[in-house]
T-cell receptor, first 112, second 117 residues
């Protein structure tokens, strides 16, 4: 069965600190996609990044970076120099067919 | 602008009064889906549709109905709402596997906050 685990329920950091959100997944599929979504206080779900199972190249986009490691089934997300506007719930998700499985989310508080 | 729209955004109703939440997408996506989000439980899939006239149950389909008569619309129907259906509901769509560049990325509507008294 597919499963996504976000062990960190809630994290608080002071503005400008770096923060990493952890995501561990389980799947028997050989082809799958991994995602990060952001849910700000306004409630919408915003797509941040997608990685397919054949692409282990890590990516940096501005203050965001992602570390995908198949060997440890992890897809971690790092915010560098965090800002108050980064405060949100972040969801890791996995697809491998018709369904998408979400982790339970990590609530990130960036304190001014 | 490519988007998924949902209406209404907020709804307060009473037990047993039938309601419909509409969902529409303008991206010509084959796949559409409904989720509910509850504290501590995350997002759970209610129903999904791979294409017109094709619908399948997700993880929590009880108490819900859907239909997919047109590609762009995927309404969620609660025939007899109950308080345990109070939740935040999201509709989403993505390109299907038959399309030239399937990305498997789901794009979400803004959410509908439903309260059943």
């Amino acid at each position: 069965a597919q499963k996504v685990t976000q062990a960190q329920t809630e994290i608080s950091v002071v503005e400008k600190e770096d923060v990493t959100l952890d995501c561990v997944y389980e799947t028997r599929d050989t082809t799958y996609y991994l995602f990060w979504y952001k849910q700000p206080p306004s409630g919408e779900l915003v797509f941040l990044i997608r990685r397919n199972s054949f692409d282990e190249q890590n990516e940096i986009s501005g203050r965001y970076s992602w570390n995908f490691q198949k060997s440890t089934s992890s897809f971690n997300f790092t915010i560098t120099a965090s800002q108050v506007v980064d405060s949100a719930v972040y969801f890791c998700a996995l697809t491998g067919g018709d369904k998408i499985i979400f982790g339970k989310g990590t609530r990130l508080h960036i304190l001014p | 602008e490519a988007q998924v729209t949902q209406n209404p955004r907020y709804l307060i109703t009473v037990t047993g009064k039938k309601l419909t939440v509409t969902c529409s997408q303008n991206m010509n996506h084959e796949y559409m889906s409904w989720y509910r989000q509850d504290p501590g439980l995350g997002l759970r899939q209610i129903y999904y549709s791979m294409n017109v006239e094709v619908t399948d149950k997700g993880d929590v389909p009880e108490g819900y109905k859907v239909s997919r008569k047109e590609k762009r619309n995927f309404p969620l129907i609660l025939e007899s709402p109950s308080p345990n259906q109070t939740s935040l509901y999201f509709c989403a769509s993505k390109s299907g596997t038959s399309e030239p560049i399937p990305t498997d990325t789901q794009y979400f509507g803004p959410g509908t906050r439903l309260t059943v008294l």
